[in-house]
C-alpha cells in the first residue's frame, strides 16, 4: 500500500474537469418554477382523477394523460446488471502529479500534469440484487469512467486485485454458484451457501480470491477507505509503440479499513445503505473522497520472469518485487442529480480504451471485452446508450452509425458510408490522435487448453495468509468456519477444507475444528513462509479521524462538557452527533438547554466510529436505565471501536466494557487502554489531553487487540 499522497498541480483550465458538468447542463430539467404537463408539452389541470362517465362511472379510453402516465410508469424499470446491480456512483476528476508516464504511454490524461480529466466512479457489490443490503460480505466494484480528451477510458476494477477464475468462459459458473439458488432463491448476497462453496472447492484457482473473500477486505467500512484495482495486467503503449505491462491501483487517502462480521450483519438491518449513505453524505459535507492512482509496471522483456503467469488474473505482482508507483489523484466532488440517469444507466466496458492504453492477452479480460458491450443491450434494449448524458464523451464522436431505438442524434448528410465522395469524404481518418493497436506477433495451434504457467492455485493465497497479523488471522477463520457452517452438505465442508490444507495446513485444521469436520487426512502442501507485507492492513494508512462519526451520549442533567466535546472535535474534521433518549433537547447539569440531533433508539452504535458518555450524575443514571443505551455502549466495545468517558460516564462504560479494557472511574488522571479513554475527573471541562488520546484511539480505526469475546452485545 505504498503512497505518496502529493498534491496535484494547478490545471489547465482548458482542461477542467468541470467540462463534462457542462455538458450535462443541457440534458438536466428542474421541475422549479414550472407547470405539469404531458409528454407532448399540453398543460394539464387535473392530474387525481380519471377522466369518467358521471362521478362513479368507467373510465374513458380518450383520457390520454391517464393512459400516458401510467404507460410511462409501467415501463420505468430496465434489467438490473446481472452483476454488480447494487451501487453507488460520484463525479469528480483525476489529475496525474507530474509527466512520469509520459515515456510509456500517450494517454494524456494519465501523462500531462495540466490535464484535469473529468471522471465518473461506480461502486458496488456483486452478488445481490439492487435493493440488498451495502455491507455483505463481497467484493466490492471499483469503476471509473474517464471523461478524457481522447475519448471514454473505463477502468473497471474491484476492491481485490485477484479473481476467483483465470478464463472467463467460467464467469457464467462462478456467478451461478454465488446467486442465490435458484429453487428457493436464498440467500440474498450472501457467499454462505452450498452452491458457493461446492464450486469454490472444485476449482482451486479460486481459493486466493477466495481467501480476500474471507478477510476483512470483503467488509470494508466505506467506499472511501478501501483500495481500488485494475487486476489484470494491462499494457501502456509509449508514443514509439513500446509497450510496457501496467497493473493499477486505487489507494484511499483515508487508509484501508474494514467493519467487523458481526457489525456488519448488523448493520445490513440497522441501515442498509451504509455505505451509499456515507459516500452521498461525506460529498455532501465537502469531505471528498480522494484516491490516488498507483502502477506496477514490467517491462515487456520482464515477462517471464515471475514465478506466475502476468496474464493469470488470479495473481498480484506483490508489491515488494514490484513497487507501486504514484501516479497522481482521483477527487469525488459531486453527488449526481438523479440515481437513475446517472448511476443506474452508467455502462462501462473494459474495451473502452484510449490511445497509449492497451489489452493483454488475459484470457478474463478477452472475454470482458466481449460481455461489457454485450450486457449493455440487454439493460438498454438499444445500441444507443452512449447517448445517455453520464456516458457520452467529451470529444466529438463522429461515425456512420446510424439509427436503432432511440436515435437521439439528427445526423445531417446524405452519405452514412465510408469511403464517400458526397460528403466530402468525412468523417475523415485522421493521421493523429488515433487508437493504434499494440502489435504484438501471436502464433498457434487452434486449442482449448489452459496454460501450465496458469495451473499453481495456492502460493499467493498462501502468502496472503502468511502475510496477515494475529486478528487478521482470527477473522478469517472465523469467516470460513461462519460460512462453511451455512453449507447443509458436509462434503461440501470437507472439500474446502481439503483445499485449505494446500494453502496452510494449521488453517486448514482450524477451520474443520470449527465446522465439524475432519481434519484434512491429505498430505499438507508445506508453507513457503514468504510474506508480503503491502498486503495487511495494518500497514495502511492510520491517524486521520477526518469524517468518523462519533455518537456522544446524553440524557437531561448531563455535564456542560457535551457540547464543548462535540465542538473540540468538529474542529478536527470528525462528525460528532449528540444522542439522547428522545429527540430535540436535553436539560444540562448546568441548567442550560443542550439540542441533541438524534434520538438513541432510531440510531444504532454500529452506525457509528466510536461512542462517548459524558457524566453529569442524572444523566448517566437515566442511560444506565435505558437497555438500549446501555446495549449501544457495549456493543462499540464488542465491536473495538474507540469509546470515551468523562465523569461519573465513566461508570456505565465501565459496566459495559465487561473488564475487556481498563476504565478508570475515579481520580483526575486521564488514561486510555486498547481504545477505551477515560476521564473520570472531566466534569466541568474537556481536558485536552482526553480529546488527543480519544482522537489517536480513533485515528487507528479499532483497537482489534480488544478482547471482548465475553461481552454480551
Ligand atoms: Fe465484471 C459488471 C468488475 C470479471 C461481466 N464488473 C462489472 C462491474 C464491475 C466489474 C466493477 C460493475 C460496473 C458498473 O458499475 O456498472 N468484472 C469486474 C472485475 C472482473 C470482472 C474486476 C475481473 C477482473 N465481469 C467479469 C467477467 C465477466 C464480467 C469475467 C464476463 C465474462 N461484469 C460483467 C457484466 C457486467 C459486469 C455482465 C454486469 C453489468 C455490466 O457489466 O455493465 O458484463
Not at 148 to 153: E, K, L, P, S, V
Not at 330 to 352: I, K, S
Amino acid at each position: 500500500m505504498a503512497t505518496s499522497f502529493q498534491s496535484i498541480p494547478e490545471p489547465d483550465p482548458q482542461s477542467g474537469a468541470e467540462d463534462k458538468q457542462r455538458r450535462l447542463d443541457a440534458a438536466r430539467h428542474d421541475p422549479q418554477g414550472t407547470n405539469l404537463t404531458t409528454n407532448q408539452g399540453v398543460r394539464v389541470d387535473h392530474t387525481d382523477d380519471s377522466l369518467t362517465v358521471g362521478e362513479r362511472g368507467p373510465t374513458l379510453l380518450e383520457d390520454f394523460h391517464a393512459r400516458e402516465k401510467i404507460m410511462h410508469f409501467d415501463h420505468e424499470r430496465i434489467p438490473e446488471r446481472v452483476v454488480h446491480a447494487r451501487g453507488s456512483g460520484a463525479y469528480g476528476y483525476f489529475q496525474p502529479y507530474d509527466d512520469s508516464l509520459a515515456e510509456f504511454t500517450v494517454a494524456r490524461f494519465l501523462a500531462d500534469p495540466s490535464v484535469q480529466t473529468p471522471v465518473f466512479v461506480r461502486f458496488s457489490t456483486v452478488a445481490g440484487f439492487k435493493g440488498s443490503a451495502d455491507t455483505v460480505r463481497d467484493v466490492r466494484g471499483f469503476a471509473t469512467k474517464f471523461y478524457t480528451t481522447q475519448g471514454n477510458y473505463d477502468l473497471v476494477g474491484n476492491n481485490f486485485p485477484v479473481f476467483f477464475i483465470h478464463d472467463g468462459i467460467k464467469f457464467p459458473d462462478f456467478v451461478h454458484a454465488v446467486k442465490p439458488e435458484p429453487e428457493s432463491a436464498i440467500p440474498q448476497a450472501q457467499s454462505a451457501h452450498d452452491t458457493l462453496w461446492d464450486f469454490v472447492s472444485l476449482q482451486p484457482e479460486a481459493q486466493h480470491a477466495i481467501m480476500w473473500l474471507m478477510s476483512d477486505r470483503a467488509i470494508p467500512r466505506s467506499y472511501r477507505m478501501m483500495q481500488g484495482f485494475g487486476v489484470h495486467t494491462f499494457r501502456l503503449v509509449g508514443a514509439d509503440g513500446r509497450g510496457t505491462f501496467v497493473k493499477f491501483h486505487w489507494t484511499p487517502v483515508l487508509g484501508t479499513h474494514s467493519l467487523q462480521w458481526d457489525e456488519a450483519q448488523k448493520i445490513q438491518g440497522k441501515d442498509p445503505d451504509f455505505n451509499r449513505r456515507d459516500l452521498w453524505e461525506a460529498i455532501e459535507k465537502g469531505a471528498f473522497p480522494e484516491y490516488e492512482l498507483g502502477v506496477q509496471l514490467v517491462p515487456e522483456a520482464d515477462e517471464h520472469r515471475f514465478d506466475f503467469d502476468l496474464l493469470d488474473a488470479t495473481k498480484i505482482i506483490p508489491e515488494e518485487e514490484v513497487p507501486v508507483q504514484p501516479v497522481g489523484k482521483m477527487v469525488l466532488n459531486r453527488n449526481p442529480d438523479n440515481f437513475f440517469a446517472e448511476t443506474e444507466q452508467v455502462a462501462f466496458h473494459t474495451a473502452n480504451v484510449v490511445p497509449g492504453i492497451d489489452f493483454t492477452n488475459d484470457p478474463l479480460l478477452q472475454a470482458r471485452n466481449f460481455s461489457y458491450l454485450d450486457t449493455q443491450l440487454n439493460r438498454f434494449g438499444s445500441a444507443n446508450f452512449h447517448h445517455l448524458p453520464v456516458n457520452r464523451a467529451v470529444t466529438e464522436v463522429s461515425n456512420n452509425q446510424r439509427d436503432g431505438f432511440m436515435q437521439m442524434q439528427i445526423h445531417q448528410g446524405r452519405a452514412p458510408y465510408h469511403k464517400n465522395t458526397l460528403q466530402g469524404g468525412c468523417p475523415a481518418i485522421a493521421d493523429s490522435e488515433v487508437f493504434r493497436h499494440y502489435q504484438e506477433r501471436v502464433d498457434g495451434e487452434k486449442i482449448r487448453k489452459r496454460s501450465p504457467s496458469f495451473q499453481e492455485y495456492h502460493s499467493q493465497a498462501t502468502l496472503f495468509w502468511n502475510s496477515m497479523a494475529g486478528w487478521e488471522r482470527e477473522h478469517i477463520v472465523a469467516a470460513y468456519r461462519f460460512e462453511l457452517n451455512k453449507c447443509d452438505h458436509m462434503h461440501v465442508r470437507e472439500q474446502q477444507v481439503e483445499q485449505l490444507n494446500h494453502i496452510d495446513h494449521d488453517l486448514a485444521v482450524a477451520v474443520a475444528e470449527g465446522v465439524g469436520v475432519t481434519p484434512p487426512s491429505g498430505t499438507p502442501t508445506p508453507n513457503h513462509g514468504r510474506t508480503s507485507p503491502a498486503l495487511s492492513q495494518v500497514n495502511t494508512l492510520y491517524g486521520s479521524v477526518a469524517s468518523r462519526k462519533i455518537a456522544i451520549l446524553v440524557a437531561d442533567g448531563v455535564d456542560p462538557v457535551a457540547a464543548e466535546l462535540a465542538e473540540a472535535l468538529g474542529a478536527r474534521g470528525a462528525l460528532p452527533e449528540l444522542l439522547a433518549p428522545t429527540a430535540g433537547s436535553v436539560r444540562g447539569s448546568h441548567d442550560a438547554d443542550v439540542p441533541v440531533d438524534r434520538a438513541i433508539n432510531s440510531m444504532a452504535s454500529v452506525v457509528y466510529d466510536a461512542v462517548i458518555v459524558p457524566g453529569g450524575t442524572g444523566s448517566v443514571a437515566t442511560l444506565g436505565q435505558d437497555g438500549y443505551a446501555v446495549h449501544f455502549v457495549a456493543e462499540a466495545i464488542k465491536h473495538a471501536k474507540a469509546v470515551g468517558a468523562l465523569g461519573a460516564g465513566t461508570g456505565l462504560v465501565a459496566r459495559a466494557a465487561a473488564g475487556s479494557a481498563r476504565v478508570e472511574v475515579d481520580g483526575d488522571r486521564v488514561v486510555e487502554d486498547l481504545g477505551v479513554v477515560s476521564a473520570p475527573g472531566a466534569t466541568g471541562s474537556v481536558p485536552e489531553e482526553f480529546v488527543e488520546s480519544f482522537c489517536t484511539a480513533l485515528g487507528r480505526h479499532r483497537a482489534w487487540e480488544r478482547r471482548t469475546d465475553a461481552v454480551p452485545a
